[in-house]
């Protein structure tokens, strides 16, 4: 089976900058997650997306974050303008279902950005 | 304020010892925990989940949940080399996981 998929890996931009990002999660998993994880830090999530409808997004900072999620599958994490606190490997994840008790994320390899 | 709180490390265990990694959780919600473990510049990945109070034990790895206290922890028996990695602790809280910061175990030959 295979996993997460994200694309790029690597990105380094300069502040101000924009930047897309590319997930595609495990076939059959409804439920999609981006997260934020900064160097010495835990993953912060930004956006859950259940199908193609976005069920939490209070951490996503909407002024210059912006995701979606078509047709239920594939999603794309965009920033503009980025700063350079938005240095960070953005991690994408997903699972079966959300809102279970039992729910089981599997991340995908993630994009580290640099913005300088 | 943090809502799942891990000593950061790193945690120094000699090559076959037991590492003991603790994890408190402040959201009295949270029904599910999760030890995910991540080598440097990879992903997270999972290794183990727990629901009930008690332990739950996979081959080497022993965690362990008191719902009480609000804490979890993980341990790893016979500690090898290739364990040296970060391990995360998440709660989740309806279907949300939150994670501590990790804690770096260092296990030495």
């Known amino acids: 089976e295979a996993g997460v998929a994200q694309s790029p890996r690597y990105k380094i931009i300069e502040k101000r900058q924009s930047v897309a990002f590319w997930c595609n999660p495990i076939?059959?998993?409804?439920?999609l997650y981006w997260y934020q994880q900064i160097l010495g830090q835990g993953p912060k999530l930004l956006i859950q997306?259940?199908?193609?409808?976005?069920?939490?997004d209070s951490q996503l900072p909407k002024d210059r974050f912006s995701a979606e999620r078509l047709k239920g599958v594939d999603s794309t994490l965009k920033i503009q303008p980025a700063k350079l606190e938005d240095s960070a490997v953005y991690l994408c994840?997903?699972?079966?279902?959300?809102?279970?008790?039992?729910?089981?994320?599997?991340f995908g390899a993630g994009t580290r950005l640099s913005v300088l | 304020q943090k809502e799942v709180e891990q000593n950061s490390g790193p945690l120094s265990v000699p090559e076959g010892a037991i590492a003991s990694l603790n994890c408190t959780y402040s959201d009295r919600v949270s029904q599910s925990f999760f030890w995910y473990r991540q080598y440097s510049g990879k992903s997270p990945e999972l290794i183990m989940s727990?629901?009930?109070?008690g332990d739950k034990e996979d081959g080497r790895f022993t965690a362990q949940l008191n719902k009480a206290s609000q804490y979890v922890s993980l341990l790893i028996r016979d500690s090898q080399p290739s364990d040296s990695a970060t391990y995360l602790c998440a709660a989740d809280s309806w279907g949300k996981l939150q994670f501590g910061a990790g804690t770096q175990v260092v296990v030495t030959p």
């Open positions: 997306f259940q199908n193609n409808g976005v069920v939490d």
């Open positions: 994840a997903s699972s079966l279902v959300g809102g279970s008790a039992k729910n089981i994320q599997y």
């Open positions: 076939s059959g998993h409804a439920t």
């Open positions: 727990i629901y009930s109070n």
